[in-house]
């Protein structure tokens, strides 16, 4: 391979590479979710697989709020408030969020407050989370897609 071809493969494997560990090295504090891939994250009471654990997480997608960082760890909060540490491999930095509140939310076709309702979520009930306008966030469950009122979503909050 030539010299300056081998520079430029180089340095875009530099890149590649470097990509997904740059995506959780962000700003404090911001938002992540579990990974997919996690069959369960243990939030642990110190940064370190050396502490114990303190809490077994199993539900790929929940949305957690990542306040520090220390090299390969994060320390989050999950929705009902609890903070420990994760390792930082099982965290996406795609958007989520958990409906909150104890009766179901209604989930329209648009963003307006007068949109039509396309069914009801239950508390408890985790997706994706895009875009928010006006108080009401587009939010994904499954093949389900509609508009759900921001107050309701923890996880959809700016930081």
């Not at 890149?15 to 243990?42: C, F, H, K, M």
């Not at 009902?80 to 104890?102: D, F």
Request: hydrophobic share 45%; aromatic share 8%; charged share 20%.
């Amino acid at each position: 391979m030539r010299p300056g071809l081998a520079f430029i493969f180089g340095s875009i494997l530099a890149v590649a590479l470097a990509g997904p560990a740059s995506a959780q090295d962000r700003e404090v504090p911001y938002w992540a979710t579990i990974r997919d891939s996690a069959r369960q994250l243990n939030m642990r009471v110190g940064p370190s697989a050396d502490y114990p654990i303190s809490w077994v997480y199993k539900r790929p997608g929940l949305p957690v709020k990542v306040l520090r960082v220390h090299e390969s760890w994060r320390l989050v909060q999950d929705p009902a408030g609890s903070k420990g540490w994760v390792a930082s491999r099982l965290l996406s930095p795609e958007r989520g969020a958990i409906v909150t509140g104890g009766r179901p939310v209604a989930m329209r076709d648009g963003p307006g407050p007068g949109a039509a309702v396309k069914w009801f979520v239950a508390a408890g009930v985790v997706g994706k989370l895009r875009e928010c306008n006006a108080g009401r966030c587009r939010f994904i469950v499954g093949a389900q897609d509609g508009w759900v009122e921001q107050k309701r979503l923890w996880g959809a909050a700016e930081l």
